[in-house]
């Protein structure tokens, strides 16, 4: 049998419309742009852009229009030195359209075009996501597919990373299939207490995410709010309130990561250290927090990938890899969001190393 390597991510592409303007609006208020620009995204085009910075030999499965936004985006991914297993369907490549503040807050409204037809899985793409290390999956395309993807590399002995982002009713199957959960507080609380988490018909709440996974008040799972300033005292009360929510979701998978914002993130696994493993977050400047929390999830995963190669028997990642797995990725995010744009803001991996030394991790 084929020896397994690299990331294989399943989602979502789009092109992203930015529209800079003063304060994102309120309801029924209307607001002029002061600037616009267009850029290559989607939660699953910019985590393969970001596993890919990070190091990791990267393969994005999805479905683009066969159109100039699709090949567009084909392009960019191939020149991030992505391998692509990209359907051009005859209908419009995604789109999401993206209103920015100068404090980088930011609110999107995403139409799903091509990447609602990415469903039945064909051999090749199965293919690929059975020769994978790693499969990063987030919910920006079908559920069904998504579970498919996750059934077929859980299978094949595939570490299984999904990010369940938009937040929605998860099928008990994929869950079941699930290695590492990656999740924002929002996402986390919709799973852990309004029951969506192995209920397959229930409504969830909303995330409180926008369609990238970053949160509505410019805190975007990070390591930084929407100021770049931390959140100091009351990291204890954030860190306290992830704690109780990963043992929830322990119940049901068995390894969690919850990004905190400006109080970084939580790593919590089954058998590993007692109310989890709390990374801590930075302090930058924030420009732009759009595709922030998809940062995180790519460099993750690569970063898992690695650990993979290098250790001994490989397989799931255990807590003290996946607590270095998330120094990588918190610190890659913090630095993205200095930068404006979506997967053009995610750092290469010699970026992100010149900022983790002397992190500390703290355990309660």
Known sequence: MAERSGVVVVGSANLDVVLGVD?????????????????????????AVAAARCGAATTFVGAVGDDAAGRRLRDALTAAGVAVRLRALERPTGTAFVTVAGSGENVIVVDPGANAGLVDLAPVELAAVRGAGHL????EV????????????????VVVVLNPSPVQPLPAGLLADVDVLLVN?????????DGAAGADGDEADGDGTDGDGSDGDGSDGDGTDGDGARAGGDDADVVARARALARRLLEVVPRVVV????????????GGAEGGVHVPGLRVPVVDTTGAGDVVAGALAAALEEARTG??????PDEERLVAAAHLATAAAALSVQRPGASASAPRREEVEALLAGRPTSRP
Do not use: I
Not at 136 to 139: E, I, M, T, V
Not at 259 to 270: H, I, P, Y
């Open 23 to 47: 304060g994102v609006p309120r309801p029924g208020e209307t607001v002029l742009a002061r600037s616009r620009a267009e850029h290559v995204g989607g939660k699953g085009l910019n985590q």
């Open 136 to 139: 990063l999956c987030q919910l």
């Open 311 to 316: 250790a001994e028997g490989g397989g799931a």
């Open 142 to 157: 079908p559920t069904a597919s998504v579970a498919a993807a996750a059934s077929e590399a859980s299978a094949a002995g």
């Open 259 to 270: 990004t905190l914002g400006a109080a970084g993130a939580l790593v919590a696994v089954r």
């Open 185 to 193: 507080e929002h996402e986390a609380a919709a799973l852990a207490g």
